[in-house]
């Protein structure tokens, strides 16, 4: 099942794929803006999230 993301839910990085990732792992943030390819932008840091290839939790949905 996919998880839909909307603009004001509270996630949690699971695991950034990304290779520069490391300290992004254990983040917690705030979808502030989805891109028109569905990267997932917040307040989590400057790198973007990708549904499906990285992993992340919803906390709190908004």
Do not use: C, F
């Amino acid at each position: 099942m996919r998880q839909e993301y909307h603009i004001g839910d509270r996630i949690r990085i699971d695991d950034l794929k990304d290779i520069r990732s490391g300290d992004y792992n254990g983040r917690t943030g705030t979808i502030e803006y989805i891109d028109s390819i569905g990267q997932l932008h917040g307040t989590w840091g400057g790198l973007a999230l990708i549904p499906g290839i990285d992993d992340l939790s919803v906390i709190k949905n908004s």
